[in-house]
């Protein structure tokens, strides 16, 4: 299983619209480097919601329900999607003040290529995000 940070803007597709709507198709990443980490998903992996623009925190995590498929909406096969599923709202958002404050994340591509949309998380990266986001895990 693989870690992943999937960044979205709350204006348009929120961490709370994920819980409403269960599950959806995780679709409009156009950034080569986003692609490359969108195909190497797989079903049953384990991602991040990070919301950005304003409010710029990690605010639940999601499943993984599908492996790379084309997207049927854009009509070229390099655009690959991926079904998400809402999993666990943070008990309170983990800004990105935060973890930029923190020196295991200096490595980290959130810190490193701020613009980035999809990103792979360390296992290690990936239990202190979700310890300091507050997110019991089963």
């Not at 692609?35 to 990070?50: C, E, W």
């Not at 591509?109 to 986001?133: F, G, H």
Request: proline fraction near 7%; charge should be negative.
């Amino acid at each position: 299983m693989a870690y992943w940070l999937l960044k979205t803007e709350p204006s348009s597709y929120s961490f709370s619209d994920l819980e409403r709507d269960g599950q959806t198709v995780w679709d409009g990443v156009r950034n080569a480097q986003a692609l490359i980490n969108v195909r190497a998903m797989h079903a049953g992996d384990q991602a991040l919601i990070y919301h950005s623009g304003d409010e710029r925190a990690v605010v639940g995590t999601a499943r993984i329900e599908s492996d790379p498929y084309p997207d049927p909406k854009a009509g070229d096969p390099k655009l690959v999607v991926v079904d998400v599923r809402a999993v666990r709202p943070a008990a309170e958002p983990l800004s990105l003040a935060t973890i930029k404050g923190d020196a295991a994340f200096a490595g980290m591509a959130l810190v490193r290529q701020p613009r980035l949309s999809v990103m792979p998380v360390s296992d290690t990266q990936w239990q202190r995000l979700i310890e300091l986001a507050g997110i019991a895990l089963d």
